[in-house]
């Protein structure tokens, strides 16, 4: 049955494509060939414009598609300005479904007519995207808010796409041997965790919430207010704002605003999030993205819709900014170096070999003034560096990888003459050297104490267990004092093992890089209590 569902859907997607006249991709798309022979003959190619043809496309695809076309309208560096113009228009003014639905669907969650929740509603949507629509309204105290409605059974429609994606990710790991790196399964796990979490607007009440925390006091960037008594889980009623969208460069600059501080605001934004806050907006297409003006030298980035947040672990943060730090510096021997320490190559892996590799691909990136450096350009010869070595795809790093993607084409847009490394290097090195400093590891030692305090809690038993028996064993109530007495290289192995263990607890604890010297410690403790016990 599932099958069929597929094979259903797969032919439904090739009639969109032969019908918006793609039909040179279903020719060219492997996995469509054997439903080729159901298809009438190709129809005679449409005269619109490619661009206009892709679009209509992915709208009726549905959301998972249209996500595509927004995720790629970014990246204006690497398409045709016809494509990229057309799949811009995805961002924000995908086709509504209709007001009445809208009105149908809140009243049923909210139980009561619309009049009573709130003063003003308008019924003609101020936009639409893939997943949802918004409304403005205003609410009985006279506050501006914006309604935010999942479009009607989307839920449904993204199971049956993620389905499709599953299965193609199968096949490509059972029959294509070098798309076992790229690790499609779980980049499109991945993904549906994400969809799921983006399908959710409590969850993303939440995440608004906790990013305007993260802002509650900054210059560069504002977070609308959720209005928490009118959300559910399939409504978001939120502040409305009065911005520019950042599309918008004729007013921008008709206001007079700062482009170039606005460009370097936008990367310092993302580079707080991700180190300082550990907590960054992944959905950063120009449709989530307006522009405070009240102040045209200091322009404040606004954000709204924040179905898709991302977060790495400590682990992966720190191997990131040393990362990008020796990217920056062109110290590609340490670029490997962190590579095989991460684990995200094998561990066999020659360090000489991948640092050769690594210079290959990223020296004629530097050969060009650093405002030209494209971070795109360097990913794609990465990944063509990675096959060499089973480099695999880590999925908890797709989010950022997308996200940093768009940063990048929105400050070449807003700014071409943007220096991505100038702005970026000092965040990063302040967030080493503080992440490093003592007091720093102090204030989080006190964070992590309740955590820490309870495997502590374990260490004192353990300790008087092996105290007692080597008490006995001196005594010749052991098994060891049968054969000999205990010789004092004994005691020194068991009370070194014992504060090897702990210190190593207190550094994982702590989540200090690097986090090998905490293994090291409770390994090698371990292993010294062991071997006593066996001695």
Known sequence: MRRIRLLLRLYRIQRVLIRHGLDELVRRVHLFRPLAFVQRPWPRRSRDPLGLRLRLALEQLGPLFVKFGQAVSVRRDLLPEEIADELAKLQDRVPPFPSAEAVALLEGVYGCELGQMFAEFQTEPLAAASIAQVHAARLPDGRDVVVKVLRPKVRAQIRADLEVLFAVAELAERYWPAARRL??????????????????????????????????????LYVPEVHWDYCRRGVLVIERIDAVPISDMQTLRRHGTNIKKLAENGVDIFFTQVFRHNFFHADMHPGNIFVDVSNPEEPRYVAVDFGIMGSLSARDQSYLAENFLAFFKRDYRRVASLHIDSGWVPPDTRVDELESAIRAVCEPVFNRPLKDISFGLALLRLLETAREFDMEIQ????????????????????????????????????????????????????????????????????????????????????????????????????????VLLVAGVLWLGLNTYPFVLGWVGVVIGLWMLLLNRRG
């Open 395 to 498: 999925p908890q790093l797709v989010l950022l990888e997308k996200t940093l993607l768009a940063i990048e084409g929105l400050g070449r847009e807003l700014y071409p003459e943007l220096d991505l490394w100038s702005t970026a290097q000092p965040i990063l090195e302040a967030w080493i050297r503080e992440r490093r400093d003592p007091r720093t590891q102090l204030k989080r030692l006190v964070e992590a104490w309740p955590q820490i305090s309870e495997d502590l809690l374990q260490l004192p038993d353990l300790l008087h267990r092996h105290i007692r028996s080597a008490e006995q064993e001196a005594r010749g109530g052991g098994p060891l004092a049968r054969h000999r007495r205990p010789s004092p290289r004994y005691f020194q192995r068991r009370y070194t093992g014992t």
């Open 183 to 220: 690790r499609p399964r779980a980049v499109v796990a991945e993904f549906e965790k994400t969809l799921d979490h983006e399908l959710d607007l409590l969850r993303e009440a939440g995440s608004a919430s906790q990013l305007k925390r993260n802002f509650a006091h900054s210059k560069q």
